[in-house]
């Protein structure tokens, strides 16, 4: 079974400049996490899909990053315009479905580092 | 808010030797999950080990096996027989309602010859 695809992989930028990350789940995976992983950190969430809804978006800085699932698959995670604070892994990780009983195991990609000059 | 707690920033470890991670939490939910993650350089978040709320019994995986204390909240990690390919930075993770994950902010494993 294929992991969880993110590419690209390694992207540097200048600050207010523009950037897409994009995440690939595991084939039939309902639910998909993007996190942010500054240096010396654990994850932070950013934002979490259902399908193609939004279940938690609560920390995700928007007036400059936004995310889309559109047809409930593929997802793309934007940044604009960057910031130096923005310089981290940005991981993707998907699961089988929102649990309402069990809690489903998060599977991650390799995650797409960015720094920003 | 649910927070996650590694107290040991780094931690070594002779190889064939056993060593314990140690990680606790604060939640007030009765339902939730608690995992430990390993991070090695390439920064893919791998599963080690996952221990459900209710379940009295602590989890085993091989030569990983935690120890899950729900009234002291505390969930330690044990690894045994540690091998080199064990060397990474090892996360604790809280899923409470949602499935989101709450990190700790890890722990860096070092496997000695």
């Known amino acids: 079974e294929a992991g969880v695809a993110q590419s690209p992989r390694y992207k540097i930028i200048e600050k207010r400049q523009s950037v897409a990350f994009w995440c690939n789940p595991i084939?039939?995976?309902?639910?998909l996490y993007w996190y942010q992983q500054i240096l010396g950190q654990g994850p932070k969430l950013l934002i979490q899909?259902?399908?193609?809804?939004?279940?938690?978006d609560s920390q995700l800085p928007k007036d400059r990053f936004s995310a889309e699932r559109l047809k409930g698959v593929d997802s793309t995670l934007k940044i604009q315009p960057a910031k130096l604070e923005d310089s981290a892994v940005y991981l993707c990780?998907?699961?089988?479905?929102?649990?309402?009983?069990?809690?489903?195991?998060?599977?991650f990609g390799p995650g797409t580092r960015l720094l920003v000059l | 808010a649910q927070t996650v707690t590694q107290s040991q920033p780094e931690m070594s470890v002779q190889e064939a030797e056993t060593v314990t991670l140690s990680c606790t939490y604060d939640?007030?939910?009765?339902?939730?999950?608690l995992f430990w993650y390993k991070q090695p350089p390439s920064r893919q978040m791998i599963l080690v080990i996952r221990?459900?709320?209710?379940?009295?019994q602590n989890a085993t995986e091989n030569r990983f096996s935690v120890n899950f204390q729900k009234a002291a909240k505390s969930f330690s990690l044990k690894i045994s027989d540690s091998q080199l390919g064990d060397a990474a930075m090892y996360f604790c993770?809280?899923?409470?309602?949602?499935?989101?994950?709450?990190f700790g902010t890890g722990t860096q494993l070092k496997v000695e010859l």
């Open positions: 990780a998907s699961s089988l479905r929102l649990a309402g009983g069990p809690r489903e195991t998060q599977y």
């Open positions: 084939s039939g995976h309902a639910t």
């Open positions: 899909f259902q399908n193609n809804g939004v279940v938690d």
């Open positions: 939640t007030s939910e009765s339902d939730y999950y």
């Open positions: 221990q459900e709320a209710y379940k009295q």
């Open positions: 993770a809280y899923a409470g309602g949602g499935n989101k994950l709450t």
